[in-house]
């Protein structure tokens, strides 16, 4: 049986594109639902070139709990944040407790909290001095870059380390370990 995934994406969409490409040749897993609060998204263009269904949420949608039920009518078993700059309600979380991950660009529990994705993650991690970063695949809970940690893969900064060559170094982590860790939860954990 095809366990079914909803990622959750504001943006650029290059993880999502990535989850895309990876679960295409996969009888286990497919993605079946895009939940995006940006309909101009390179995310929502890639959903349409994968005949994967959009659902528009911004944070009222997301308040109103009507995101439910077309997740129960598309039976779906994991969500999947990549790149989603909108909080999850705590109703939602609660309703897909420890279902619901999130990529975060640094080792948390560093570097995490509110307006910490992207490049202003990459900034303040160079700006620190730090020695190494990396990505952390972790459970979502009410708080921003909280819950369990799932996954960490670490990479080091070298000296004179530039924005782009950290964007890089992470994205390149980013598109090796996200799609093996959700197919190593949904396999091996009962989802």
């Known amino acids: 049986m095809t366990k079914k995934i909803a990622v959750f994406s504001s943006g650029r969409g290059g993880n999502f594109n990535n989850l895309c490409k990876y679960f295409a040749s996969t009888k286990t897993i497919s993605i079946d639902l895009l939940v995006t609060n940006n309909l101009g998204s390179m995310s929502k263009k890639t959903a349409e070139k994968n005949k994967i269904e959009t659902v528009y949420a911004d944070a009222s949608v997301l308040q ?63 700006r620190s001095g730090e020695a190494i970063t990396g990505i952390t695949i972790h459970y979502v809970d009410e708080v921003y870059d909280n819950g369990e940690v799932v996954f960490q893969k670490s990479c080091n900064i070298d000296p004179g380390e530039g924005l782009v060559s950290l964007r890089e170094k992470i994205r390149k982590l980013e598109y090796e370990f996200f799609p093996k860790t959700i197919e190593k939860i949904l396999l091996n954990s009962g989802c």
Do not use: T
Request: proline share 5%.
């Open 64 to 126: 109103s709990g009507r995101l439910s039920s077309v997740m129960k009518r598309k039976n779906i078993e994991l969500i999947v944040l990549a790149g989603f700059l909108l909080k999850i309600p705590k109703k939602l979380v609660s309703q897909y407790e420890k279902k619901i991950i999130n990529l975060h660009p640094s080792l948390l529990p560093k570097f995490g909290g509110k307006g910490m994705y992207g490049d202003n993650v990459h900034k303040a991690v160079l």
